[in-house]
């Protein structure tokens, strides 16, 4: 069995499950709705309160697509309850970002201000040289957050450009001089 998949996704009080024809499961809670067509050859019911992601039987794929399934479930089920965040740092003389509406404008050493528009249903905010990227979907928090990191990544020499704050940069020594 997976270790993962066999694990119930319990539902928080607020949150609401429905599992309608192939296997398309929509969430609603207190932050909104998701909705999402999943393996239809997986066997998800509500028991109790919980959601069971069971497999028909053992092979590769199935074993894969079980864990994955409740995975998927349970990212829904925390994302319309909580929501996800990620953070953002911008390091660098003279970067900066700015926030015009839903437009994020980052000045990164370029000969032009990069502009992003927030995606449906993703926000992001800016503090100082923080950026916050939050939603209820964490596939889409993440993939915004790693497009805005993709504008200057960080490099290791000096430690310019956008990180998550959680990241750490392996730093390289720089030339040296000869004597």
Same mark, same amino acid.
């Given at each position: 069995?997976?270790?993962?998949?066999?694990?119930?996704?319990?539902?928080?009080? *607020?949150?609401?499950?429905?599992?309608?024809?192939?296997?398309?499961?929509?969430?609603? *809670?207190?932050?909104?709705? @998701?909705?999402?067509?999943?393996?239809?050859? $997986?066997?998800?019911?509500?028991?109790?309160?919980?959601?069971?992601?069971?497999?028909?039987?053992? @092979?590769?794929?199935?074993?894969?697509?079980? *864990? @994955?399934?409740?995975? @998927?479930?349970?990212?829904?089920?925390?994302?319309?309850?909580?929501?996800?965040?990620?953070?953002?740092?911008?390091?660098?003389?003279?970067?900066?970002?700015?926030?015009?509406?839903?437009?994020?404008?980052?000045?990164?050493?370029?000969?032009?201000?990069?502009? $992003?528009?927030?995606?449906?249903?993703?926000?992001?905010?800016?503090?100082?040289?923080?950026?916050?990227?939050?939603?209820?979907?964490?596939?889409?928090? *993440?993939?915004?957050?790693?497009?805005?990191?993709?504008?200057?990544?960080?490099?290791?020499?000096?430690?310019?450009?956008?990180?998550?704050?959680?990241?750490?940069?392996?730093?390289?020594?720089?030339?040296?001089?000869?004597?």
């Amino acid at each position: 069995m997976s270790r993962i998949g066999r694990l119930p996704v319990a539902i928080p009080a *607020g949150v609401e499950v429905k599992i309608a024809e192939g296997n398309v499961v929509t969430v609603k *809670g207190p932050k909104g709705t @998701l909705e999402r067509a999943l393996p239809t050859e $997986m066997e998800i019911t509500l028991e109790d309160g919980q959601v069971v992601v069971k497999r028909p039987n053992d @092979l590769k794929r199935m074993k894969s697509l079980h *864990g @994955l399934t409740r995975s @998927l479930i349970h990212n829904m089920v925390v994302g319309v309850s909580e929501g996800y965040k990620k953070e953002l740092e911008i390091n660098g003389v003279g970067y900066r970002a700015t926030k015009q509406g839903k437009k994020l404008v980052l000045n990164l050493g370029y000969s032009h201000p990069v502009e $992003m528009e927030d995606p449906e249903g993703i926000e992001s905010t800016v503090e100082g040289n923080k950026i916050t990227v939050s939603g209820i979907s964490k596939e889409k928090v *993440g993939q915004f957050a790693a497009e805005i990191r993709d504008k200057r990544r960080p490099e290791p020499y000096k430690g310019k450009g956008i990180k998550y704050s959680t990241e750490v940069i392996r730093r390289k020594v720089g030339k040296t001089g000869k004597k």
